[in-house]
């Protein structure tokens, strides 16, 4: 298994216009994205039959809940995306946050660790005991480690008070049990996510994938387009169960549909990828928890968001999944609408 640390995704996460398209053609304006005080941690009111009785709130789920979970910031009064006149950042702490690093990269679906590139949000924490002037790293939900003491008063100068956003390489490898990681701000370095799973397994055919699997089809109607959303790049799992090894570069692109499925027999929380109207795979168990509940409250027969297929160091396919907070901000601005997710043939 790979440890080098220097290795990211170009784009895996997106900014956004703040506008929702609608096939339709009915235009919602959005608040800003991406920003607020309540934890994504909840779950939709959804049974994983695999994980019996882990279940929670449907509308906590929606809006979130009304405690504030340790590692989320208040909701800060603007936001900035700092610039890279520090260089590169490199993130101290890490090894006191293992678990959110661990959370993090599972809701990645990366569980055995890997590279990423994603945004992080810099949030002021002017009651830690330590330095005033403190400086969270969260990515997503998950505080993985502090900005150096050195610069945090600069830092915190130019944010004000509110919050800023900035990009950062994430290496993190469970080798030998233990979590451990290193992250970078303004990275100087662009490569391709890495997945140390597939890796491990080799670029050969895994011996026991067949070439060619019969497609299944789903056809969607009037779709919603979350394209422009504030989203997260995320791998699509569960691919080798609907598309075979020799037709993995044929069949990923750069737009996937995500499609509920409340009457999967393991998970109705399930989330479903579509490209092409070809069932390609899942939405990771952790993400469609979050999802369900959202994408229910929408009532669309599905959602068009972006990704990437595979490339020639790997023959993943990655789907750009929209941030929960942004989706949080829609279904509160509607009133919701029955699911008429139809079933796949």
């Known amino acids: 298994m790979s440890t080098s640390p220097w290795d990211e995704h170009p784009q895996a996460d997106r900014s956004s216009t703040q506008s929702?398209?609608?096939a339709s053609t009915v235009n919602y304006l959005l608040p800003s994205a991406g920003h607020r005080g309540q934890p994504e941690q909840s779950s939709a009111l959804c049974f994983d039959h695999r994980r019996l009785g882990e279940t929670m709130g449907f509308w906590s789920t929606l809006f979130g809940t009304s405690r504030e979970a340790p590692d989320t910031p208040p909701a800060p009064t603007q936001t900035r995306k700092i610039d890279p006149r520090w260089g590169e950042i490199e993130v101290q702490g890490e090894s006191f946050r293992r678990d959110a690093v661990r959370r993090l990269f599972d809701e990645l679906g990366l569980p055995e660790g890997g590279v990423t590139q994603q945004t992080a949000q810099l949030a002021p924490e002017p009651s830690n005991q330590y330095d005033s002037n403190a400086i969270k790293v969260i990515i997503g939900?998950?505080?993985?480690?502090?900005?150096?003491?050195?610069?945090?008063?600069?830092?915190?100068?130019?944010?004000?008070?509110?919050q800023g956003v900035a990009p950062v390489r994430v290496w993190a490898d469970p080798g030998d049990g233990t979590w451990r990681a290193r992250a970078t701000l303004f990275p100087s370095v662009m490569e391709p996510d890495r997945d140390f799973a597939e890796e491990q397994r080799g670029v050969d055919k895994v011996p026991d994938e067949p070439d060619i699997i019969p497609p299944h089809?789903?056809?969607?109607?009037?779709?919603?387009?979350?394209?422009?959303?504030?989203?997260?790049?995320?791998?699509?799992?569960?691919?080798?169960?609907?598309?075979?090894?020799?037709?993995?570069?044929?069949?990923?692109?750069?737009?996937?549909?995500?499609?509920?499925?409340?009457?999967?027999?393991?998970?109705?929380?399930?989330?479903?990828?579509?490209?092409?109207?070809?069932?390609?795979?899942y939405v990771s168990a952790a993400r469609a928890k979050i999802l369900a509940p959202l994408f229910d409250a929408l009532g669309s027969t599905g959602y068009v968001v972006g990704g990437t297929g595979p490339t020639s160091e790997s023959a993943q396919l990655w789907v750009d999944i929209p941030k929960a907070d942004v989706l949080r901000a829609i279904v509160k601005s509607r009133p919701p609408s029955p699911s008429t997710t139809p079933a796949p043939q």
């Open 217 to 281: 089809t789903l056809a969607i109607t009037q779709p919603t387009d979350l394209r422009s959303l504030d989203s997260t790049r995320m791998r699509i799992k569960g691919i080798g169960n609907y598309v075979g090894w020799n037709e993995r570069r044929a069949v990923g692109g750069k737009e996937y549909v995500l499609v509920r499925e409340p009457d999967n027999p393991h998970d109705s929380c399930a989330v479903l990828v579509l490209s092409n109207a070809r069932k390609v795979g």
């Open 20 to 22: 929702l398209r609608f």
């Open 141 to 162: 939900r998950w505080h993985i480690g502090y900005v150096p003491r050195e610069i945090s008063d600069e830092i915190a100068t130019v944010l004000s008070g509110g």
